[in-house]
């Protein structure tokens, strides 16, 4: 049996990710020998299959790994992978299409700000050197999302896998040398969900009032103030009609006051982090669910994908790397109409997206054109607040995609495929650049440095 390193967060951890490790692991261990490395052992995880990252490296000396996994995202509980992806090459699985954001972050904290200008002019070598410089001094904000900083990680890693065919294209015609596929990602089917009632009545929501739920930490990129603006613009002529805010929220972000301001905080709950176990019964008590974001770092939304195994009609950003998915476009064909005659909108079929994503090519969702967001936006939560047919077409499809495409049975088969071909992939990588490569001197070196040393007396690292 195969030795596996898997190097991910997991629950406790608030972290799609860690959730997502944790229902995969469960397919795989029958297969694979795995040892789960953690950044730090809680009590629960105090056992021989999770192992502490400080000591990963004696145990792969002293009995090689065949593979090392590492779940590589933006958020902090990634940051510990960092030097173990590039001192031990393996497959490095992609959560993100951009890593500027965490790479910058965790150098820059660090004060290694020569370390993090070498890291984007390689990453970036047709780029202004000056641009480096603007992320030293914090000032680059969203624009880091023009410079992914991939080229690193990639040329450090036995194989790369990421979950969707766009970014699968974009990172083969950017690193054609690289070794690049894709793993559907899975969740569990939520049809065993039976306390949606029970959670609209802890909510103070009645039965009849329409429910409009989104999912994940409340952030502005989740697009929630364009959400109480569109709310606040159709709630005249959609009284019955309620938002569920259902996340853990963010310091930088203060949703509740933005309610507020908006005239709407009487038709908005905030439930705060809700547990795993707890999520499909919030998706079962909601209508529609938005699933929106902007701007995308090309990650799939786990968030959204459990909104479809839930059979629930969603609200999307039409992004390039959905492109795929069959949706009902706001784009060319919503525009505003009195509300007596939304009825008179095109048919759902005659309004799809060109499809390969589902075997029957219907719309699954709602897409919404970033470029028309505020109007698009209310047009569609209008549309979908008033027409129950047009909810339960849309659940049902989307279930059905959900089963086609995105079980957990799809993503382990995809799992055991790519790890297989990691498996065959060259172990003799090298990180591309010196400070990637440390020897245990960097810190003796910094000493004589800073005394004035300039000759390496230990050699080159």
Not at 220 to 244: D, N
Not at 317 to 326: K, R
Not at 433 to 439: A, E, K, Q, T
Not at 442 to 450: C, G, N, V
Request: with cysteine.
């Amino acid at each position: 049996m195969k030795r596996l390193a898997w190097f991910t967060p997991l629950p406790p951890e608030r972290s799609g990710i860690a959730t997502y490790s944790s229902e995969i692991l469960g397919l795989l261990t029958d297969v694979y020998d795995v040892d789960i490395i953690v950044d730090s052992l809680p009590l629960q995880h105090n056992d021989e299959r999770h192992i502490s990252a400080y000591d990963f490296s004696w145990r792969q000396v002293k009995d090689p790994y065949d593979l090392i996994v590492y779940q590589l995202g933006n958020a902090r509980c990634h940051d510990y992978i960092w030097p173990y992806m590039f001192r031990y090459p393996g497959l490095v699985v992609l959560h993100d299409g951009q890593l500027h954001q965490a790479r910058a972050r965790l150098l820059l904290q660090q004060k290694r700000y020569e370390d993090y200008r070498a890291e984007f002019e390689y990453n970036h070598p047709d780029a202004r050197a000056d641009i480096a410089y603007l992320g030293i001094a914090g000032l680059l904000g969203s624009l880091h999302y023009l410079w992914p900083m991939l080229r690193t990680v990639v040329n450090s890693a036995r194989m790369v896998a990421v979950h969707n065919t766009t970014l699968v294209r974009e990172l083969q015609d950017r690193f054609p040398e690289a070794r690049i596929d894709r793993i559907r990602m899975g969740v569990p089917d939520a049809s065993d969900a039976s306390r949606a009632k029970h959670i609209r009545a802890r909510h103070n929501i009645s039965q009849e009032t329409v429910v409009f739920a989104a999912f994940g930490r409340v952030t502005p990129e989740k697009r929630i103030a364009h959400t109480f603006r569109a709310l606040a613009a159709i709630a005249s002529r959609t009284p019955h009609v309620h938002l569920l805010i259902v996340g853990e929220p963010v310091p930088y972000y203060d949703a509740i006051a933005e309610a507020k301001s908006l005239g709407v905080s009487d038709r908005v709950t905030f439930t705060g982090y809700v547990e795993d176990r707890d999520l499909d019964d919030y998706i079962a008590c909601a209508d529609a669910c938005l699933c929106m974001r902007w701007p995308s770092s090309g990650e799939t939304s786990a968030s959204w994908l459990r909104c479809l195994a839930g059979g629930r009609a969603t609200i999307v950003t039409d992004l390039h790397h959905t492109i795929d998915v069959p949706a009902l476009v706001t784009r060319g064909t919503w525009t505003p109409s009195p509300p007596v005659q939304l009825d008179k909108i095109a048919p759902i079929e005659k309004n799809a997206s060109a499809a390969t994503g589902g075997p029957s090519g219907l719309p699954l969702c709602v897409s919404i054109d970033i470029m028309d967001e505020e109007n698009s936006l209310q047009v569609a939560m209008e549309r979908l607040a008033r027409d129950r047919a047009l909810r339960r077409d849309l659940g049902n499809r989307a279930k059905s995609f959900w089963a086609a495409h995105h079980t957990l049975k799809h993503m382990q088969a995809d799992y055991l495929r790519v790890i297989s071909l990691a498996l065959d992939s060259p172990t003799g990588v090298t990180p591309p650049l010196p400070h990637l490569r440390p020897d245990g001197l960097e810190t003796a070196r910094d000493i004589l440095k800073d005394m004035g040393m300039s000759v390496d007396i230990f050699g080159s690292s």
